[in-house]
């Protein structure tokens, strides 16, 4: 599976952004697709993962601010993010689980918030 994520940018703190990741393939059978985040000398973490059957999941960080979604039709998956902090700055990676031995990540888009 390819991803290509897209999407991310410069925003100014209490901005909005919405991150796709289009995938080569049919995605509905996927378990799970997720995005995760990249700080600069940090760990990558998991924001935001869902399910084939559109069960949703959030980092804390995340939660009330940020809404995935999946659209099967387009083979994409959305991050929609708003209310930004400067805290969500990093590289948005989008992922593929398609079972539990295969997983796949796309290259990964910028997201940078200006306090």
């Known amino acids: 599976v390819q991803l290509q994520a897209s999407g991310g940018g410069l925003v100014q703190a209490g901005g909005s952004l919405r991150l796709s990741c289009a995938a080569s393939r049919r995605i509905f059978s996927i378990s799970q697709m997720g995005w995760y985040r990249q700080a600069p000398g940090k760990q990558r973490e998991l924001v935001a993962a869902?399910?084939?059957?559109?069960?949703?999941s959030y980092d804390d960080s995340a939660k009330g601010r940020f809404t995935i979604s999946r659209d099967n039709a387009k083979n994409t998956i959305y991050l929609q993010m708003s209310s930004l902090k400067s805290e969500d700055s990093g590289v948005y990676f989008c992922?593929?689980?398609?079972?539990?031995?295969?997983?796949?990540w796309g290259q990964g888009t910028q997201v940078t918030v200006s306090s």
């Open positions: 869902v399910t084939s059957d559109g069960r949703t």
């Open positions: 992922q593929a689980r398609v079972d539990l031995w295969h997983q796949y």
